[in-house]
């Protein structure tokens, strides 16, 4: 008995901050998502979850402006490797696509976007509405993710007065916002603990308005050193991005930073076991 426990203690941490296993290892199912809460018409969504009939607490995770899939067709390799991470500790996951169903591949580089943070926080009520409905979920221990655009939808979804007939997000991460827009907006506070990852030297979406926003409404933000946007992403080298549509210079750094990817997966693990709970 304790050898098999040893061994599931291993197999825990291995899932949770080594190198992500191949998603073909895990249960994929593509939903679809229709519903008055989204406006802009139905959606499709990847789930993913771990065996058995839980019910499991569960992460709604948010792409960013490069779209949810690789150019074959699977789970880009940012949501794989957290997606992977997240099933082996024993959450469900949610990966709202806002853009397929629309005919949107990506907006990164794309000047006048058809699709903004605050529409895909519609999206967001949507799948947890949809999440209410399904008996492996345990709507009281809810959690949501989000990347650049994603972790901007993120703000608009915590923002008071918004999802009050819904189950609740007990907590919310936003890795590498931009909060200029949300920053303009009247009265704008996060409604449930929001925790910010961001690289120090982040030239795309730049940490300084987030900074100032977590100072002046409450929430953590956390700043890594010399780290660049993407830094969570697996294994993804250091290089500038051209042909950005949303910054002035059109360009930025992009790419892994070790240090600061291995203490923001010890952070998120820590925020969601705290908050939600031994899955």
Not at 139 to 161: E, F, I, N, Y
Not at 267 to 278: K, Q, R
Request: glycine content about 10%.
């Amino acid at each position: 008995m304790r050898l098999h426990r040893c061994l599931l203690a291993a197999a825990m941490l291995v899932a949770m901050f080594a190198s992500a296993a191949p998603i073909q290892a895990l249960e994929t199912e593509r939903v679809s998502i229709s519903s008055p809460l989204a406006p802009l018409g139905p959606f499709t969504a990847e789930l993913l979850r771990p065996p058995g009939a839980g019910p499991f607490p569960t992460i709604v995770a948010l792409h960013g402006c490069g779209g949810l899939f690789n150019k074959e067709g699977g789970l880009a390799k940012r949501e794989t490797d957290w997606a992977s991470r997240l099933v082996g500790a024993g959450y469900a996951v949610l990966f709202p696509d806002s853009f397929t169903a629309r005919g949107i591949r990506q907006i990164c580089t794309v000047h006048d976007r058809s699709i903004f943070p605050k529409d895909r926080a519609d999206d967001v009520a949507a799948a947890v509405d949809w999440l209410s409905r399904q008996p492996f979920v345990d709507t009281k221990r809810l959690a949501l993710m989000g990347w650049s655009h994603g972790a901007m939808t993120a703000l608009w979804t915590v923002r008071p007065d918004f999802m009050t007939s819904l189950p609740q997000f007990k907590t919310a991460i936003a890795f590498y916002p931009g909060c200029r827009e949300v920053a303009r907006q009247p009265g704008w506070h996060p409604r449930l603990p929001l925790t910010i990852l961001m690289g120090d030297a982040d030239d795309w979406t730049q940490p300084g308005p987030c900074r100032e926003l977590a100072e002046r409404t409450g929430f953590k933000f956390i700043g890594y050193p010399g780290a660049y946007h993407d830094f969570d992403a697996p294994d993804a080298r250091i290089r500038v991005r051209k042909g950005l549509g949303a910054i002035k210079k059109g360009e930025a750094h992009v790419g892994t930073d070790p240090e600061a990817r291995a203490a923001a997966i010890k952070e998120v693990m820590g925020i969601l076991g705290t908050s939600l709970g031994a899955p």
